[in-house]
């Protein structure tokens, strides 16, 4: 996206407030006409007083002038200030809620690190460039468009000087942001590479301490730096000399225009008074642009900020809902996969013509090797893929053309990794239904076996567990993951390694506690335990994104397939029927 694009692209996010941005954009123009009268007025005072001529008329004008100019430059302060504020916060917030809808494999992608830089630098630039653009610019600009004309009506020679040194200004910097344009985007990758180690290694603090990698990791970011700064130094130097000639083409500029008066007054051609309006000038143009072109720069070193905030507002949703999608009816939880295929862009990975369904009440396992396929085909239930063929029925009805609200309500998951917030126990329990009462959530936390180790903490259920859950056990974070799940109390239940961080006497009491919850509840179960899917009513054995293998635990263990296997290489025993 080209600088102008992005200039006018941000511009537009004020369309929201349009009203209150085109007065600010109107009072802006007018206080540029004021100090372009400023000038003038002051040559005419002088005019008056050489030639012994009342110059009251003028005085008067001019301190009716610097007054409005002085309540309109406040208020356009003010209320800019204000404005930005808002649309900041609001852009902040737009950019919070798509980075939400987008899937793990962009934030895996990117990194965290960089989704919260992009996120928090480019609100920040947008927030500069509006308020930069409503307090000063358009008023700087609005004084140079009009100071061109009144210039030229007063003598043509002396406005040539001025368009002069517009024209030095323009080349300057269009020579300057065009070599330094390839140096500001290496800059800007160095830069993410630096948040992003810096989120990685915070992140990973504990394994940074427990293999001594202290030392390694800070040479390590001191390289990245050093990097960085041996790409930004030839961009530093650009922007230096371009102030270097900025200052030299002002004085130039100044010494020009008193020069040249001073000759055509010889001549009487011009009175002191257009003198002194003609320096009045100079001085203004050249803080004029100034102000435009420090804006310019500011808003060149800023692109790539700005690029990365709207290229994620432009980012993809992993699933889009149709515009007519309509919430799912009462689910009683009759699931059915048919024909269903999805493969991950650009590979030949991914999950292929599968056909199961699980009806209300039934246990449907999913075993296999890493990266067979599992995680992948309980996602593409909660749409969080969109299956490239087939489809995927629940009560009979395509979940493609239901609300992703409704179809995510319909389901509860305790994943592998918990996925704690960093807020009290309740409230994380909690997150399973929002505005559910205290004793509701502490018989949630008593199903998942967590009420007793919850009231040992300090405040009881309204301790705060730290980010990640960091001040709980493995086994005390998944307990709380459950009782969140079993707070939410939907008709599709899926476990992905539930009780993978448990010990076997805690995996035994969560699993008392998750048949329970299970009873009238579609239930599919993602696990390498065995043990944890002898009781399903189908075991479905993946390999490479497809079902090799079907049936429950007692014919496919007797069997000679992978699932066998799978029972012999683990130790465990074929259950006899009838055995609990």
Request: charged fraction near 20%; glycine fraction near 10%; charge should be neutral.
């Amino acid at each position: 996206m080209s600088l102008p694009s992005l200039y006018m692209r941000a511009l537009g996010m004020l369309r929201a407030e349009r009203g209150i941005a085109l007065l600010l954009a109107t009072a802006s123009v007018a206080i540029g006409l004021v100090q372009l009268a400023e000038p003038v007025l002051f040559g005419r005072v002088v005019d008056s007083l050489s030639n012994g001529q009342a110059a009251f008329t003028y005085i008067a004008l001019w301190a009716f002038l610097g007054l409005f100019g002085i309540i309109a430059g406040a208020a356009v302060a003010v209320y800019a200030d204000r404005l930005a504020h808002r649309r900041h916060l609001a852009a902040m917030a737009e950019a919070f809620e798509r980075a939400m809808t987008l899937p793990a494999g962009y934030h895996a992608e990117r990194g965290s690190g960089a989704v919260v830089r992009s996120i928090l630098q480019g609100t920040d630039a947008l927030f500069w460039l509006w308020l930069g653009a409503m307090r000063e610019q358009l008023t700087a600009i609005a004084g140079i468009v009009l100071l061109v004309p009144t210039a030229i009506s007063m003598d043509v020679r002396m406005a040539a000087i001025l368009a002069l040194l517009a024209v030095a200004y323009v080349v300057m910097n269009t020579v300057v942001i065009t070599k330094t344009r390839a140096g500001q985007a290496i800059v800007e990758r160095y830069n993410s590479a630096v948040f992003g180690r810096v989120g990685d290694v915070i992140s990973n603090v504990t394994v940074v301490q427990s293999f001594t990698r202290l030392q390694a990791e800070a040479d390590a970011m001191r390289g990245v730096m050093s990097d960085l700064l041996a790409a930004q130094y030839p961009v530093l130097t650009w922007w230096g000399l371009l102030t270097v000639l900025q200052r030299s083409a002002a004085t130039i500029t100044m010494v020009a225009v008193l020069a040249t008066g001073a000759v055509l007054a010889g001549r009487g051609e011009l009175t002191v008074g257009e003198i002194v309006a003609f320096v009045a000038f100079a001085g203004l143009l050249i803080g004029k642009l100034d102000q435009v072109t420090n804006f310019v720069v500011a808003i060149h070193r800023r692109a790539p900020a700005l690029r990365g905030y709207f290229e994620l507002i432009d980012a993809a949703q992993g699933v889009e809902e149709k515009p007519d999608a309509q919430p799912l009816p009462s689910v009683g939880g009759d699931v059915r996969y048919e024909d269903v295929t999805f493969r991950f862009a650009g590979t030949e990975q991914g999950v292929f013509d599968l056909n199961f369904g699980a009806a209300r009440g039934e246990t449907v396992a999913l075993v296999g090797a890493t990266g067979s396929g599992k995680t992948t085909t309980l996602s593409l239930l909660q749409r969080l893929r969109a299956v490239d063929r087939g489809r995927i029925l629940i009560d009979g009805h395509d979940i493609a053309d239901v609300t992703l609200a409704s179809l995510r309500a319909s389901i509860a998951v305790v994943f592998q990794e918990a996925g704690l917030f960093n807020r009290s126990i309740a409230e994380n329990i909690a997150v399973g239904r929002p505005g559910a009462t205290l004793p509701e959530i502490e018989e949630a936390a008593r199903l998942a076996e967590a009420y007793d180790f919850v009231m040992r903490k300090p405040g009881g259920f309204d301790f705060v567990i730290g980010e990640r859950g960091n001040a709980l056990s493995g086994g005390e974070r998944q307990r709380i993951a459950i009782a969140r799940a079993i707070l939410k109390d939907a008709p599709i239940l899926i476990l992905d390694e539930a009780t993978s961080a448990l010990d076997a006497s805690t995996e035994a009491r969560i699993k008392r506690a998750l048949d329970r919850l299970r009873e009238g509840r579609t239930t599919f179960i993602i696990a390498h335990r065995l043990s944890t899917v002898a009781d399903a009513d189908e075991i479905l054995v993946f390999e490479q994104g497809r079902i090799v293998e079907r049936g429950n635990f007692h014919t496919l263990a007797a069997g000679s397939g992978p699932f066998a296997r799978m029972v012999e290489e683990g130790g465990f025993t074929v259950p006899q029927r009838g055995d609990d």
